[in-house]
């Protein structure tokens, strides 16, 4: 692969907002139904693997300590980072989401027979985006019994239970809060308030 920040269009001194901003609009402008019945399609196709490739290399290196910086999320909605499995499929599902298209990952989800942890996680993370949150955490719950071990799986469905947002992947207490009387009692309030 040729250097991720080149794919990009990004230096390796860019901040982590700088390289999701990039990874978004070359998303944008190369996502497949752009070129649907397009001549082009096979090239945009090859462009967004590559921008893919490019985009979870440097939140993988940089989430592992590879960078002065640290990776908050992947691509936007926070934190679908493609660890479960190396299905293409599954990744073009991660897109979408990335992308708020959830009709497009929906369709994606369908076109799957074998319902495996991940099938469940995605699906979870699918129905959250519609604001069905009984159905995701009933598939939050199929994927973790299915792997338990898998913490992307784990933190989501906690998150969820919680009433937080089961889309980021670090929990992050402002000012030290561990979730005090307060804290709790303010999220179940923006739970009942529905945002």
């Known amino acids: 692969m040729n250097d991720p920040y080149s794919v990009l269009g990004v230096s390796p001194s860019a901040s982590d907002e ?3 901003k990039a990874y ?9 139904d752009n070129y649907q019945n397009n001549p082009l399609a096979d090239l945009a196709q090859e462009k967004m693997k590559a921008i893919n490739e490019a985009y979870d290399t440097i939140t993988k290196n940089r ?9 908050s999320g992947y691509g936007g ?6 660890s479960a499995s190396s299905n293409p499929t599954y990744s073009r599902i991660r897109q979408a989401i990335n992308m708020g298209d959830v009709q497009r990952a929906e369709q994606l989800l369908d076109e ?3 319902h ?8 979870g993370a699918v129905a959250y985006r519609k604001g069905w949150l009984d ?3 009933r598939n939050y ?5 299915m792997e338990p071990g898998n913490a992307e799986y784990q933190q989501a469905l906690q998150m969820l239970r919680y009433g937080g947002n089961p889309m980021y992947r670090q929990t992050s207490y402002h000012n030290g809060c561990d979730g005090c009387d307060i804290c709790t009692a303010l999220m179940c309030l923006n739970c009942l308030c529905g945002r």
């Open 77 to 82: 909605y926070g934190g679908y980072q493609s």
């Open 24 to 32: 978004r609009d070359l998303a944008r402008k190369y996502h497949p």
């Open 63 to 71: 989430a592992a300590g590879n960078s002065g910086s640290t990776a």
């Open 141 to 145: 719950q199929i994927a973790c019994s």
């Open 116 to 123: 495996d942890a991940e099938w469940h996680f995605l699906s």
């Open 112 to 114: 799957i027979s074998v």
């Open 18 to 20: 700088e390289i999701k």
């Open 135 to 137: 159905e995701a955490q």
